[in-house]
């Protein structure tokens, strides 16, 4: 039987880990924690982490995206959790975030290349950019939408979300997620970095990008088959 009470208490526990990493700033950014495989409990709308109530936290329907419970307005972003948590049932967490370097990438409308085995430890190919949202799908349902979005780029770009643990929107910001409640924080305090030492390495005007045998290796040593990295 789950503990629903520990479960909110660790996405509020998640949110504010977003600002204590300095990956949020004011009330932007947010952190779902999926409760079951029926609901998540999300962030509410334009509240600091550290005045959350627990007890009024809303807890969504992942099926339609309606809220079941909590006295709490969910944040904006809430159907575009909704979407990722149908189309990946292995996911437990999602964070989204306007973090300094990745929103750069994503006001670039650019995806970051893989320039070396930092990146590689995490993500198997470049961490990729969705194209813009059209006038009529912002109009239909902005933030469904976006979740929509995400799943296409992945579908386009033949990734999935265990190689691919986080995108850029273009002209917004971050998705990150993960199959444990703490990892999808985890991810975008990853891409964060990531994004930054890219930005760098762009500036030096390197061309020479990592061969993909030692980004291929510095990734399947992590995730792949026989992977061995961290204790048993």
């Known amino acids: 039987m789950i503990n629903k009470n520990r479960i909110i208490k660790e996405c509020i526990n998640q949110n504010k880990l977003l600002v204590k990493k300095n990956l949020s700033v004011h009330t932007f950014s947010n952190v779902s924690v999926k409760l079951d495989k029926k609901y998540f409990v ?13 007890k009024k936290c809303p807890v969504i329907k992942i099926s339609d995206g309606k809220k079941i419970y909590g006295e709490y307005k969910p944040s904006t972003d809430t159907l575009t959790h909704q979407i ?5 049932p292995n996911l437990k967490s999602i964070a989204h975030t306007h973090s300094k370097y990745a929103t750069a990438w994503a006001q670039s409308g650019k995806s970051i290349p893989i320039y070396g085995t930092t990146h590689s430890d995490y993500w198997k190919t470049e961490i990729p950019v969705t194209k813009y949202i ?26 999935n979300s265990e190689i ?23 991810h975008s305090e990853l891409l964060e970095f990531i994004a930054e030492i890219a930005y760098y390495t762009e500036r030096l005007k390197i061309k020479n990008k990592i061969p993909k045998y030692i980004s ?17």
């Open 42 to 54: 999300i962030k509410p709308s334009g509240i600091f982490p550290k005045d959350i109530n627990n």
């Open 84 to 88: 990722l948590y149908k189309k990946y």
């Open 134 to 159: 059209s006038y009529k799908k912002l109009v239909q349902n902005y933030e469904r939408n976006t979740g929509h979005l995400i799943v296409e780029t992945l579908q386009r770009k033949k990734l």
């Open 164 to 186: 691919c643990p986080g995108v850029i929107v273009a002209g917004h910001g971050t998705f990150t997620w993960s199959n444990t409640e703490k990892g999808a924080v985890i």
């Open 216 to 232: 291929k290796k510095h990734f399947d040593r992590k995730y792949g088959s026989k992977a061995y990295y961290g204790q048993k």
